[in-house]
């Protein structure tokens, strides 16, 4: 059974730093990326960053500059550096990896259970 699971949130005051990390556990043949969403009440999951095995590094327009992706693919293992934190950072934080079981299954997305990051002003 492949679980996926975040650690590191919390509660922090605008324009503290808060780091999220993510590990991956269980049978797989590869991962293909490793990603960040949240999710605020009231609104739709968004990615945040992912990275890649080759290093390869994406960010949504809200993170880039703030938020740093980084980590170990092959060691399954990444982690979310946040910055300057918002309120409008309040959500929980999701990890996903997209995974094969097999070298023939198909890629899907393996999810977390989520943990919560609150900035407070």
Known sequence: QVQVAESGGGSVQAGGSLGLSCTVSGLLFSIDEMRWYRQAPGKQREL???LRPDGTTTYAASAKGRFTVSGDIPKRS?????NSLKPEDTADYFCSANAKRTILSQPRDYWGQ???VTVFS
């Open 48 to 50: 945040v960053a992912s």
């Open 78 to 82: 990444i982690y979310l550096q946040m």
């Open 114 to 116: 989520g943990t919560q």
